[in-house]
């Protein structure tokens, strides 16, 4: 669902950075970390809206993933929010493999069984930040994750829905190529910009710099319109341009076209909640 949250101090901690030395003691300011840890832990729930973003890895984080002392080092180090990012990543796959399933078949359960995992990697697309707050741990590679799994299950799964469905000419694929390649770029973008955009009193930037992936979920329900009401393959609404001619193409393909264009827009600005 989202875009990864970016990292900063907390409100509480900065007021005391501001807070003359000689008046805040190391215990008193200890005191006060730690019962803010328990506040965030008792405002924390899976189903929070809070988008408060949690301070970021610090240094032994970085030395115990990193480090070659263990067997599965890196696997033993990545965080209950890892796994559920990942979890996306993987209803992403399993939705072009059933994608796969329904041109080998024709049997239309599977494209609706891929339109599902599509909806179920959105779910584990907004619980590995409910989860990464509830248990008040950011992850060192949370950002990047959620980004590559992004792309799978709301950039190449919806392409492969509509390659799957009938959008299979030569100029439809591009369009599709055009749109995961937005997607693609609207999240490294993403990542480089993060700490650069416009900040509100807790930390967390003020709007979305063009259309978020999972904003894609707009054409996976489209597509499963149609599939339900038989609007696929030969019977796909607007029908083809230049039918068996050369550069034919369906023209409701450029919905994909103009979403990618909206991915990688600098001018769209959307307000976060």
């Known amino acids: 669902m989202s875009d990864a949250a970016e990292t900063t101090q907390t409100p509480l901690l900065r007021k005391n950075a501001d807070a003359p030395s000689a008046l805040v003691d190391s215990d008193t300011e200890s005191d006060f970390e730690g019962a803010e840890r328990v506040l965030s832990r008792k405002a924390s729930s899976i189903f929070s809206i809070d988008t408060t973003p949690l301070a970021p890895p610090n240094k032994s984080d970085i030395e115990q993933f990193t480090s070659d002392k263990y067997h599965f080092s890196m696997i033993r180090n990545l965080h209950m929010a890892d796994y559920i990012t990942m979890l996306n990543g993987f209803s992403g796959f399993y939705s072009i493999v059933s994608c796969l399933r329904f041109t080998l078949t024709g049997k239309p359960h599977y494209v609706q069984r891929a339109h599902f995992f599509i909806i179920l990697g959105m779910c584990f697309d907004f619980l590995d930040g409910r989860v990464a707050r509830l ?18 299950s709301f950039g190449v799964a919806p392409a492969s829905i509509a390659f799957a469905i ?34 509100d009193v807790t930390g967390k930037s003020k709007y979305f710099e063009g259309l978020p992936m999972p904003t894609t979920l707009l054409l996976v329900f489209i597509m499963a319109y149609l599939v339900r009401n038989g609007m696929i393959m030969d019977n796909v609404p607007l029908g083809i341009v230049r039918q068996g001619l050369v550069f034919e193409f369906h023209p409701f393909i450029f919905v994909f076209f103009l979403h990618g264009c909206g991915m990688i827009s600098k001018s769209l600005k959307i307000p976060k909640p």
């Open 135 to 152: 248990r008040n741990r950011s992850s060192l590679m949370g950002q990047e994750l959620d980004s590559l799994a992004d792309l799978v």
């Open 166 to 199: 009938g959008f299979q000419t030569t100029v439809d694929v591009a369009v599709l190529s055009f749109f995961v390649l937005c997607g693609l770029t609207r999240l490294a973008r993403f990542n480089v910009t993060v700490s650069q955009l416009p900040k």
